[in-house]
């Protein structure tokens, strides 16, 4: 008996160690950084860091060689600074108005308002924050409007304040006497939690919330509790008529401090020996609670959402903080771009950052490409757009006109534009191919899938319509055109195109289908309605089947 119990005992013990080393082996995996930037970033060559110079040079290249209107990229992997270059005249010095970056800001304030107990939680009433206020077109569904409604743009107030609506809905609010009674006057569009429709007046309510239950405006309570332990002082955020700060955006802040924003939620709230922001918030804001947008699909508290495990904080004219944990990167644009081009620091992030961070460890020292890095960026900073294109434009090409595609698995084979990129992405089946334009548009794709039973080739294209209202959500695809065609192996091919639209963008699809060993192989060119169909077309019919 005795040993039986010594017996179990020890058996006891043994998986109480075993799971003690699985804790601790979980722990040690986790990244604790030797030091915190408070006073700064610490600098190193990106191969130090597992990243290769020649890659981030080729994103300069293009860069330069596009003439983009970016004015910063400032990445930063294993918290040291690998990349920090400006376009002429700025520095690192200069702050840079973060637009709507600022309602990530907002959110984490939230956040830790709900932790240090000045909010109860995101389930609160938005009407039982303003309860000397008396709002017009009341119903059920505004009083249904919670705090969480707010974080995630899905409030169901008819807002209309977005460049959709070319801020009609933010100037009427900005004209109104009171801002706070103005929002809570709108009509209910929808019952709360229905959709995602940006409104910057939500974030606006956030800030005015914030400031009703701590006493402070957001600006004082963010140098108190987030700011000021980050070792943020260079700071302007603006407040309206009442004293509100805007929430919505118009922070003033320099790149490497937006980084810091991006570093903190990279360390799940912690800096230094603090918890600033509850690990549980940062967890929740970064997650899809809500579909939002085709480039970006999903949206969190105030952060938008890419795939795998990437999130970012989004402002207008191109302002990025990216943050991808599973790189260790931290990444940060500042811009001018207009709507057309703002996509473009995300493309650049996928088909250059995160391809150049190859290692998890220091890569072979590679002296020539950290000369040309240094060179690039120097040239970018010193020199004006018309000085520095002028050398530029001297540097041959490297790109071929085409580029193919093989698919040995299915037995196919098609070409694209060399001018687009690749995308590290989640591919969404039956998507198994592709390449994406620096403006987020034109895209190539290539999709596979079994051949539904009995449907005719001529359908194809009543198939792609039926993918886009699955995926997308879009209600209005138009087949314009439909035709049997030829591909040049002699394949009998069925060409189509779409017209849709996404928002307010107008798109244009372009596919070419074929059948093969009970599969249907696509090539699928999609770009803005006035792009060349000639242009679209001649990637779609490049498809060849191995017959």
Not at 19 to 29: S, T
Not at 140 to 150: G, S, V
Not at 295 to 305: E, L, S, T, V
Request: glycine share 6%; net charge positive.
């Amino acid at each position: 008996m005795e040993g039986t119990m010594i017996k179990n005992i020890l058996h006891l013990l043994v998986i109480i160690l075993a799971v003690l080393l699985l804790c601790n082996f979980g722990m040690a995996k986790e990244v604790v950084p030797d030091y915190w930037p408070t006073q700064g970033w610490r600098t190193s060559d990106p191969e130090s860091q597992g990243m290769k110079s020649k890659i981030l040079v080729n994103m300069l290249d293009m860069i330069l060689k596009k003439d983009l209107d970016i004015h910063n990229v400032l990445v930063i992997r294993n918290g040291y600074i690998v990349l920090d270059a400006y376009s002429f005249p700025r520095d690192s010095d200069r702050k840079h108005n973060i637009f709507s970056c600022s309602k990530s800001v907002t959110s984490a304030l939230i956040g830790i308002a709900i932790d240090k107990g000045f909010i109860k939680d995101s389930d609160q009433p938005v009407l039982d924050f303003f309860p000397k206020l008396v709002p017009k077109n009341l119903d059920a569904n505004k009083k249904a409007m919670t705090l969480e409604h707010l974080l995630t743009m899905t409030p169901g107030l008819k807002c209309r304040d977005s460049y959709q609506y070319h801020y009609s809905g933010l100037n009427k609010m900005k004209g109104s006497s009171d801002w706070v009674q103005y929002m809570i006057n709108l009509p209910m569009a929808e019952a709360p939690g229905t959709r995602f429709e940006y409104c910057n007046g939500a974030t606006f309510l956030l800030s005015a919330i914030l400031q009703e239950q701590t006493g402070m405006n957001a600006l004082s309570f963010a140098r108190k509790y987030l700011f000021g332990p980050l070792g943020i002082s260079d700071v302007v955020w603006p407040s309206n008529p009442q004293g509100i700060t805007l929430g919505y955006g118009r922070i003033y802040m320099r790149p490497r401090d937006m980084a810091k924003i991006g570093y903190l939620y990279l360390k799940n709230g912690v800096w230094g020996n603090k918890q600033i922001i509850s690990s549980q918030w940062v967890k929740t804001s970064t997650s899809k609670h809500v579909f939002a947008t085709l480039m970006f699909p999903g949206y969190g508290y105030q952060w938008w959402i890419a795939d795998q495990g990437i999130y970012m904080a989004v402002g207008h004219q191109g302002q990025f903080i990216f943050v991808v944990p599973e790189k260790d990167l931290i990444v940060v644009f500042t811009s001018g771009l207009s709507i057309e081009d703002f996509y473009i620091p995300f493309v650049l992030l996928h088909s250059y950052i995160i391809s150049a961070a190859e290692s998890s460890r220091p890569l072979p020292e590679n002296p020539e490409g950290e000369k040309e890095l240094k060179s690039l960026t120097t040239l970018w900073q010193t020199k004006t757009p018309w000085d520095r294109r002028k050398i530029v434009e001297k540097k041959p090409s490297q790109r071929s006109k085409l580029e193919g595609y093989v698919n040995n698995e299915y037995g196919f084979s098609a070409k694209y534009d060399a001018e687009l990129l690749s995308v590290r992405s989640q591919l969404i089946p039956p998507v198994v191919f592709r390449r994406i334009g620096l403006r987020g548009l034109p895209v190539f794709a290539v999709m596979v899938d079994d051949i539904p039973l009995k449907m005719a080739l001529e359908n194809t294209g009543k198939y792609m319509i039926d993918f886009y209202k699955k995926i997308f959500k879009i209600h209005d695809p138009k087949l314009s055109k439909q035709k049997l065609i030829k591909l040049s192996d002699g394949t009998e091919a069925n060409y189509f195109e779409i017209s849709w639209r996404y928002q307010s963008v107008k798109i244009l699809t372009v596919g070419v289908f074929a059948y093969q060993n009970n599969k249907m192989i696509g090539a699928v060119a999609v770009g803005m309605i006035g792009t060349s169909v000639k242009y679209l077309a001649n990637m779609a019919k490049s498809l060849r089947l191995n017959n």
